[in-house]
């Protein structure tokens, strides 16, 4: 009788064990699916990520032809906007605001090394003022300016590339089938110093993307987006500088950024909109 209860009892805790054990897993199961939902949602991202790159070819009397290059990462959430801008440090000799929005480009023969250091911008689409932090994890801005600023300094935003193309004519217009690519040729109706022809890039992968060079250009292909900009321009002799200048060609190009970092920038965003 003892040996019965007993083996009841076992038979009994085996259950309620058993019991839990299956509560558990399904527990986990739960957790792991809305894991799994989550990876998703991540995969496709709620960040936009582009990298801006320019090149700017300057003529100097002095030091002959300087390209001004620059690289930029942005980012895109929602009504906000992230920029990840690069300036040099330079170890000596060369006074320097770290925090300038714009690029120094200048040329000193007693720097040694310089040192690629990143500051980051942030602002609304609709927002008057941009406002700079040390990294992603400053919970304090340390400076603010105009978005026209910025936009001047780093995106070259007074180019009118629609003015431009006022003062050329269509040279050719085809399709690249290995990229893609619908691609315009134009030539300027009078002679240009600082460009030969105007060339321009629109492919279907970025119609959908935020960042616009031309919102007037890209109304005209809109099944397009214009995505690279060169104008390239043969050596010449400069009536401007009295020199014969290199070859030498703009570039403003933009560029899909895979975003390896969203959740850090999304907690970024949460922390400092309250300047926004």
């Known amino acids: 009788m003892v040996t019965i209860m007993l083996f009841k009892d076992i038979k009994s805790k085996i259950k309620h064990i058993a019991m839990l054990f299956f509560i558990m897993l399904l527990v986990i199961c739960l957790i792991f699916f809305d894991g799994c939902v989550s990876e998703k949602k991540s995969a496709k991202g709620d960040i ?22 620059d690289s930029i990462a942005l980012f895109y959430y929602g009504d906000y906007i992230l920029n990840k801008l690069p300036y040099k440090q330079l170890d000596e000799n060369l006074k320097i605001n770290e925090t300038s929005i714009k690029n120094v480009f200048e040329i000193e023969d007693s ?5 690629i250091l990143y500051k ?60 893609g690519d619908l691609i315009k040729t134009f030539l300027p109706k009078t002679s240009w110093e600082n460009g030969d022809t105007l060339v321009l890039y629109f492919n279907k992968a970025y119609k959908n993307f935020t960042f616009t060079m031309s919102k007037e250009i890209d109304s005209v292909s809109p099944d397009f987006k214009l995505y690279k900009i060169r104008i390239p321009c043969n050596e010449k002799y400069s009536e401007t500088y009295k020199m014969v200048v290199p070859k030498r060609e703009f570039l403003f190009e933009i560029r899909e950024l895979t975003v390896n970092n969203e959740r850090e920038i999304i907690i970024f965003f949460d922390r400092i909109k309250k300047w926004l």
Request: hydrophobic share 35%; aromatic share 14%; glycine share 4%.
């Open 120 to 179: 980051y911008v942030t602002y609304k689409k609709s927002g008057k003022f941009c406002y700079f932090f040390k990294d992603l994890a400053a919970s304090m801005y340390e400076k603010r300016t105009l978005v026209d600023s910025l936009l001047q300094a780093r995106f070259f935003s007074d180019f009118k590339i629609s003015e431009v193309l006022k003062s050329t004519d269509s040279l050719k217009e085809y399709i690249d089938v290995k990229t």
């Open 111 to 115: 720097i040694k090394s310089t040192q």
């Open 48 to 69: 936009e990520g582009l990298s801006y790159r320019s090149n700017v070819p300057v003529v100097t009397t002095d030091k002959g032809l300087i390209n001004i290059t």
